[in-house]
């Protein structure tokens, strides 16, 4: 399997070129990207789904597309390795169109990928990295059954939350 299951409403694919205008608008929003340092540009977006595919090459995962169950697109989620301070840490990220956001599609997406990380990846521990202020994405997590580990003090933001989960 290269991707979660199904979920009642939502499907996974992996991420493509073709994927750009709905990549730029997602990672280009302001609303979406409030607990970045900055929206995206359209160039970032088209390495977003680069980096991507050279995660599904090296490791079989990534961020994957979400799309309603009918094609409609939602956003992206998926597993990243990332750096908490200094050690490699598997992580579950999302992001979700802020229209869409409030109906519970990035908790859907989360606990299948939490799911997939069980049965797929040689991984012990799960962990999610948000901004402090983010407390949408700290209950989402939440839900899936993490709770606050850290802080990290690398990345582009002072001090990230990490909440975690042994698999």
């Not at 992580?91 to 229209?99: K, P």
């Amino acid at each position: 399997m290269t991707h979660p299951l199904p979920t009642a409403r939502l499907q996974f694919r992996e991420m493509a070129h073709s994927d750009l205008d709905d990549m730029a608008a997602l990672l280009g929003d302001p609303d979406v990207m409030r607990f970045y340092p900055a929206p995206k540009s359209r160039d970032e977006a088209a390495a977003w789904i680069q980096w991507n595919q050279a995660n599904y090459a090296a490791h079989g995962y990534g961020l994957w597309v979400i799309e309603t169950l009918d094609g409609g697109f939602v956003g992206d989620c998926g597993l990243t390795w990332q750096d908490v301070n200094g050690s490699p840490m598997l992580e579950v990220g999302y992001h979700v169109r802020a229209e869409l956001q409030g109906y519970g599609y990035a908790t859907e997406a989360a606990t299948a990928c939490r799911d997939f990380a069980r049965g797929h990846v040689d991984a012990t521990d799960l962990v999610a990295i948000i901004h402090p202020d983010n407390r949408a994405s700290e209950r989402v997590d939440e839900k899936i059954g993490m709770q606050r580990v850290t802080d990290d003090r690398g990345g582009n933001i002072p001090v990230r939350t990490v909440l975690g989960m042994q698999l």
